[in-house]
Nanobody
């Protein structure tokens, strides 16, 4: 499966942003789709995941209540709606398809999209 992210940008603290991850080559129903981010000088961390089969979702504590992950089967796309953005949300955001909600369980990664939140 090939993944392409879009929707990153430069915003101010408190703003909202919507990221999209569009898949080709296979239906997202087959995978757990994760959103991960990597801040400068830090490791890649999981932000949120959605189970393509049953729609179950998981969120990191740091984004719970602010971010919402969803999928559109018709478009074969998973989106991450981010609200109440904080400077610490800054980083490169990646989507990945795999069999679990962890970077080590990802089969395929997108190229990443930069999100920068200014204070």
């Amino acid at each position: 499966v090939h993944l392409v992210e879009s929707g990153g940008g430069l915003v101010q603290a408190g703003d909202s942003l919507r990221l999209s991850c569009t898949a080709s080559g296979a239906p997202l129903d087959y995978y757990v789709i994760g959103w991960f981010r990597q801040a400068p000088g830090k490791g890649r961390e999981v932000v949120s995941c959605i189970n393509g089969a049953d729609g179950g979702t998981r969120y990191a504590d740091s984004v719970q209540g602010r971010f919402t992950v969803s999928k559109d089967n018709a478009l074969n796309t998973v989106s991450l709606q981010m609200s109440g953005l904080k400077p610490e949300d800054t980083g490169v955001y990646y989507c990945a398809a795999g069999n679990g909600c962890a970077a080590t369980r990802a089969y395929s990664w997108g190229q990443g999209t930069q999100v920068t939140v200014s204070s």
